[in-house]
Protein backbone atom coordinates (compact mmCIF):
# COMPACT_ATOMS: atom_id res chain seq x y z
CA UNK A 1 0.00 0.00 0.00
CA UNK A 2 1.10 3.55 -0.80
CA UNK A 3 1.72 5.95 2.20
CA UNK A 4 -0.26 8.65 0.22
CA UNK A 5 -2.66 7.51 -2.27
CA UNK A 6 -4.88 9.92 -4.58
CA UNK A 7 -7.08 9.28 -7.52
CA UNK A 8 -4.72 10.28 -10.51
CA UNK A 9 -7.58 11.75 -12.32
CA UNK A 10 -8.53 13.75 -14.27
CA UNK A 11 -11.61 15.20 -13.01
CA UNK A 12 -12.46 17.36 -15.88
CA UNK A 13 -15.09 20.04 -14.34
CA UNK A 14 -16.91 22.76 -16.23
CA UNK A 15 -16.16 26.48 -14.80
CA UNK A 16 -17.97 27.63 -11.79
CA UNK A 17 -17.99 23.91 -10.55
CA UNK A 18 -17.51 22.77 -7.19
CA UNK A 19 -15.03 19.76 -7.25
CA UNK A 20 -13.33 17.89 -4.35
CA UNK A 21 -9.79 15.53 -4.02
CA UNK A 22 -9.34 12.96 -1.53
CA UNK A 23 -6.39 11.68 -0.51
CA UNK A 24 -5.62 8.51 1.97
CA UNK A 25 -2.26 8.47 4.26
CA UNK A 26 -0.95 5.14 5.89
CA UNK A 27 0.88 6.49 8.41
CA UNK A 28 -1.71 6.98 11.76
CA UNK A 29 1.44 8.99 13.32
CA UNK A 30 1.68 11.73 10.48
CA UNK A 31 1.66 14.96 12.02
CA UNK A 32 1.43 17.55 9.30
CA UNK A 33 -0.48 17.79 5.95
CA UNK A 34 -0.55 19.83 3.42
CA UNK A 35 -2.23 20.16 -0.36
CA UNK A 36 0.50 21.41 -3.35
CA UNK A 37 -0.46 22.36 -6.53
CA UNK A 38 2.28 21.68 -9.85
CA UNK A 39 1.51 23.42 -13.00
CA UNK A 40 2.70 21.37 -15.84
CA UNK A 41 6.38 21.36 -16.28
CA UNK A 42 6.87 23.49 -13.09
CA UNK A 43 7.91 22.66 -9.66
CA UNK A 44 5.10 22.44 -6.90
CA UNK A 45 3.66 24.96 -5.05
CA UNK A 46 2.45 25.51 -1.75
CA UNK A 47 -1.23 25.29 -1.80
CA UNK A 48 -1.92 25.44 1.73
CA UNK A 49 -1.72 23.83 5.36
CA UNK A 50 -4.10 21.52 6.48
CA UNK A 51 -4.90 21.58 10.44
CA UNK A 52 -7.14 19.13 12.46
CA UNK A 53 -10.13 21.99 12.72
CA UNK A 54 -10.20 22.20 8.78
CA UNK A 55 -9.16 25.56 6.98
CA UNK A 56 -10.17 27.58 4.53
CA UNK A 57 -8.52 30.03 2.03
CA UNK A 58 -11.36 31.63 -0.21
CA UNK A 59 -12.65 29.41 -2.96
CA UNK A 60 -10.74 26.37 -1.01
CA UNK A 61 -11.30 24.29 1.56
CA UNK A 62 -9.43 21.46 3.39
CA UNK A 63 -10.33 19.15 5.97
CA UNK A 64 -8.96 16.28 7.70
CA UNK A 65 -10.07 13.10 9.45
CA UNK A 66 -7.32 11.47 11.71
CA UNK A 67 -9.72 8.69 12.79
CA UNK A 68 -9.94 7.87 8.92
CA UNK A 69 -6.47 8.93 8.40
CA UNK A 70 -7.81 11.29 5.05
CA UNK A 71 -7.66 14.47 3.96
CA UNK A 72 -9.86 15.98 1.32
CA UNK A 73 -9.79 19.43 -0.86
CA UNK A 74 -12.93 21.61 -2.12
CA UNK A 75 -12.68 23.88 -4.65
CA UNK A 76 -14.94 25.92 -5.00
CA UNK A 77 -16.01 28.23 -8.45
CA UNK A 78 -13.86 26.47 -10.48
CA UNK A 79 -11.83 28.85 -12.59
CA UNK A 80 -9.82 27.75 -15.81
CA UNK A 81 -6.74 28.91 -14.04
CA UNK A 82 -7.32 26.03 -11.16
CA UNK A 83 -6.54 23.85 -13.74
CA UNK A 84 -3.14 22.00 -12.17
CA UNK A 85 -2.28 18.28 -10.36
CA UNK A 86 -2.86 19.25 -6.75
CA UNK A 87 -0.69 16.93 -4.55
CA UNK A 88 -1.33 15.52 -0.75
CA UNK A 89 1.16 15.74 1.06
CA UNK A 90 1.87 14.09 4.59
CA UNK A 91 4.92 14.87 7.09
CA UNK A 92 5.16 11.53 9.36
CA UNK A 93 8.03 12.57 11.40
CA UNK A 94 9.87 15.56 13.03
CA UNK A 95 12.53 15.68 10.61
CA UNK A 96 10.71 17.66 7.81
CA UNK A 97 10.69 14.35 5.82
CA UNK A 98 7.46 14.78 3.56
CA UNK A 99 5.76 11.88 1.56
CA UNK A 100 3.98 13.02 -1.82
CA UNK A 101 0.99 11.46 -3.40
CA UNK A 102 1.17 10.95 -6.59
CA UNK A 103 -1.24 13.93 -7.44
CA UNK A 104 -4.83 14.54 -8.64
CA UNK A 105 -5.16 15.84 -12.47
CA UNK A 106 -8.08 18.84 -12.50
CA UNK A 107 -9.07 20.04 -16.00
CA UNK A 108 -11.32 23.12 -15.78
CA UNK A 109 -13.26 23.40 -19.46
CA UNK A 110 -14.92 27.17 -20.79
CA UNK B 1 11.71 37.36 1.70
CA UNK B 2 13.46 33.64 1.24
CA UNK B 3 13.90 32.63 -2.45
CA UNK B 4 15.32 29.75 -4.19
CA UNK B 5 17.22 29.14 -7.26
CA UNK B 6 18.15 26.26 -9.17
CA UNK B 7 20.15 26.00 -12.47
CA UNK B 8 20.70 25.08 -15.30
CA UNK B 9 16.97 24.89 -15.99
CA UNK B 10 17.65 22.18 -18.66
CA UNK B 11 19.97 20.29 -19.66
CA UNK B 12 21.14 17.30 -22.18
CA UNK B 13 23.61 15.41 -21.52
CA UNK B 14 25.06 11.72 -23.23
CA UNK B 15 24.61 8.43 -21.53
CA UNK B 16 28.24 8.26 -19.26
CA UNK B 17 28.86 12.42 -18.64
CA UNK B 18 29.24 13.60 -15.50
CA UNK B 19 26.71 15.94 -14.04
CA UNK B 20 26.26 18.83 -11.57
CA UNK B 21 23.13 20.33 -10.34
CA UNK B 22 23.54 23.27 -7.89
CA UNK B 23 21.06 24.53 -5.29
CA UNK B 24 21.62 27.75 -3.26
CA UNK B 25 18.93 29.57 -0.73
CA UNK B 26 18.99 33.05 0.11
CA UNK B 27 17.10 34.79 3.06
CA UNK B 28 17.18 32.44 5.24
CA UNK B 29 20.07 30.61 7.34
CA UNK B 30 20.70 26.42 8.29
CA UNK B 31 17.84 25.48 6.22
CA UNK B 32 17.13 21.66 5.63
CA UNK B 33 17.84 21.21 2.08
CA UNK B 34 16.43 18.31 0.06
CA UNK B 35 16.90 16.98 -3.37
CA UNK B 36 13.90 15.39 -5.35
CA UNK B 37 13.27 13.75 -8.73
CA UNK B 38 10.04 13.35 -10.98
CA UNK B 39 10.13 11.03 -13.36
CA UNK B 40 7.69 12.07 -16.14
CA UNK B 41 4.46 11.70 -15.05
CA UNK B 42 5.48 10.11 -11.66
CA UNK B 43 5.28 11.38 -8.18
CA UNK B 44 8.16 13.13 -6.41
CA UNK B 45 11.32 10.70 -5.17
CA UNK B 46 13.28 12.25 -2.58
CA UNK B 47 16.68 11.52 -3.52
CA UNK B 48 18.85 13.38 -0.66
CA UNK B 49 18.47 15.67 2.40
CA UNK B 50 20.65 17.81 4.49
CA UNK B 51 20.15 19.21 7.87
CA UNK B 52 23.60 20.76 8.33
CA UNK B 53 26.56 21.76 6.27
CA UNK B 54 28.19 18.51 5.30
CA UNK B 55 25.62 16.39 6.83
CA UNK B 56 23.67 14.44 3.84
CA UNK B 57 21.44 11.22 4.03
CA UNK B 58 20.74 9.66 1.32
CA UNK B 59 16.82 8.02 0.45
CA UNK B 60 17.89 5.92 -2.23
CA UNK B 61 21.15 4.28 -3.57
CA UNK B 62 21.90 5.17 -7.32
CA UNK B 63 24.85 6.78 -8.88
CA UNK B 64 23.77 10.09 -7.62
CA UNK B 65 25.20 11.86 -4.46
CA UNK B 66 25.05 15.04 -3.10
CA UNK B 67 27.10 17.82 -1.01
CA UNK B 68 26.65 20.49 0.88
CA UNK B 69 29.66 22.61 0.66
CA UNK B 70 28.08 25.59 2.14
CA UNK B 71 25.14 26.67 4.26
CA UNK B 72 22.37 27.43 1.88
CA UNK B 73 24.45 25.58 -1.06
CA UNK B 74 23.38 22.36 -2.22
CA UNK B 75 24.76 20.51 -5.36
CA UNK B 76 23.74 17.07 -6.53
CA UNK B 77 26.40 15.20 -8.87
CA UNK B 78 26.96 11.91 -10.78
CA UNK B 79 30.27 10.82 -11.97
CA UNK B 80 28.30 8.90 -14.95
CA UNK B 81 24.63 9.19 -16.36
CA UNK B 82 22.28 6.42 -16.82
CA UNK B 83 19.39 7.18 -19.10
CA UNK B 84 17.08 6.17 -16.15
CA UNK B 85 18.57 9.40 -14.23
CA UNK B 86 15.99 11.74 -17.15
CA UNK B 87 13.60 13.31 -15.14
CA UNK B 88 12.51 16.83 -13.19
CA UNK B 89 15.31 17.75 -10.50
CA UNK B 90 13.75 19.37 -7.44
CA UNK B 91 15.34 21.23 -4.69
CA UNK B 92 13.54 22.15 -1.57
CA UNK B 93 14.23 23.95 1.27
CA UNK B 94 12.59 24.43 4.84
CA UNK B 95 13.43 25.98 8.10
CA UNK B 96 14.23 22.92 10.94
CA UNK B 97 10.88 22.31 12.68
CA UNK B 98 8.31 23.65 10.33
CA UNK B 99 6.83 20.82 7.95
CA UNK B 100 6.19 22.76 4.51
CA UNK B 101 8.91 22.64 1.94
CA UNK B 102 9.24 25.49 -0.80
CA UNK B 103 10.39 24.26 -3.94
CA UNK B 104 13.22 25.91 -6.73
CA UNK B 105 12.22 26.05 -10.05
CA UNK B 106 14.04 22.88 -11.45
CA UNK B 107 15.99 21.33 -13.73
CA UNK B 108 15.13 19.07 -16.41
CA UNK B 109 17.33 16.93 -17.44
CA UNK B 110 17.77 14.72 -20.36
CA UNK B 111 19.94 11.62 -20.69
CA UNK B 112 20.55 11.04 -23.85
Known amino acids: RKEVEQDPGPFNVPEGATVAFNCTYSNSASQSFFWYRQDCRKEPKLLMSVYSSGNEDGRFTAQLNRASQYISLLIRDSKLSDSATYLCVVNANAGNMLTFGGGTRLMVKP | SQTIHQWPATLVQPVGSPLSLECTVEGTSNPNLYWYRQAAGRGLQLLFYSVGIGQISSEVPQNLSASRPQDRQFILSSKKLLLSDSGFYLC???????????FGPGTRLTVT
Open chain 2, 92 to 102: AWCLAGVGEQY
